[in-house]
């Protein structure tokens, strides 16, 4: 059985489309089989991102409601025959989204691919509490500002408390993927420092993707960034990311800040 991923936030433009994205490319990369599913109904941006917009026909929406296959849906991405995309719908709302479906599409994917990464819109509405309902592991994305770290505790919140794992009585693994990071606004007190937001949120620490125009640029031309510029300083944190949630421990350097011989050797230990 597939692993159930699920990137998530308490606020709108801190970059889960672009993380579900480049983390499902990077994965797919390594010969992983992956699905990226689209939960936020009614905007669908994810295809945009992974340049499959035109190539849209059927979407989640239509397999839930059973208007569609799952087989019709899945759209196999042109460069990694491993990596699929499962769109969200542009014309309904989240309301038709509902729990016994997701839960059937879910456990359908899961049966097919090593890696179920759920684009969930931000917030704590209906299609959030869905898209996180059947995770085995929980990504949350913020950036180093105080609105969008309380807004993330909050999320980490309905992760202890609204998901199967939850009402089972089990831990869910959750992750902080810190986004959008300047070393020199962070020293400067224009943005919180690593250690502020890890203090407050208390959970291990998956990556840190420095502020780029390389990511902007990847979106532009509809391609993850992992797959736009392998090697840019955004990509390359990624990869890292990736191989972090499969489980290897590599240690986590904080972009900017100077280290002792011994320091750069060991550096952060991601829990």
């Known amino acids: 059985m597939g692993k159930v991923v699920v990137v998530t936030s308490g606020k709108g433009g801190v ?24 939960f936020d ?5 994810l295809d945009l991102v992974m340049g499959a917009e035109r190539r849209v026909v059927y979407d989640l929406v239509n397999v839930i409601q059973g208007e569609a296959k ?6 196999r991405d042109k460069r990694l025959e491993t990596l699929y995309l499962l769109p969200a719908s542009q014309t309904r709302d989240k309301d038709n989204l509902t729990p016994e479906g997701v839960e059937k599409v879910i456990a359908a994917l899961q049966s097919a691919f090593d890696w ?12 959030a509490t869905l898209a996180m309902r059947h995770a085995d592991i929980a990504i949350v994305v913020t950036n180093p500002e105080v609105s969008s770290v309380r807004d993330s505790d909050r999320i980490i919140g309905l992760l202890d408390s609204k998901t199967l794992k939850a009402e089972n009585g089990e831990r869910m693994e959750k992750h902080l993927l810190l986004t959008r990071y300047d070393p020199v606004r962070a020293e400067r007190g224009d943005m919180l420092k690593v250690d502020d937001v890890l203090e407050i949120l208390s959970i291990p ?20 960034v992992t797959l736009a510029d392998t090697r840019s300083a955004p990509a390359l944190a990624y990869f890292e990311a990736a191989r972090r949630l499969k489980g290897e421990a590599l240690p986590i350097n904080i972009p900017g800040e100077k280290r ?10 991601a829990a």
């Open 41 to 45: 109904v009614g905007l669908r941006n």
């Open 260 to 269: 002792s011989f011994l320091g750069k050797i060991f550096g952060r230990k």
């Open 116 to 127: 179920v990464i759920c684009d969930s819109p931000a917030g704590i509405e209906r299609g």
């Open 205 to 224: 620490l998956m990556g840190i993707i420095p502020e780029s125009a390389d990511v902007l640029r990847a979106s532009n031309v509809g391609s993850p």
């Open 15 to 38: 970059g889960k489309t672009t993380s579900s994205a480049a983390l499902g490319a990077a994965l797919a990369q390594n010969g992983e089989k992956v699905v990226v599913v689209d």
């Open 70 to 75: 799952l087989s019709q849906a899945l759209i």
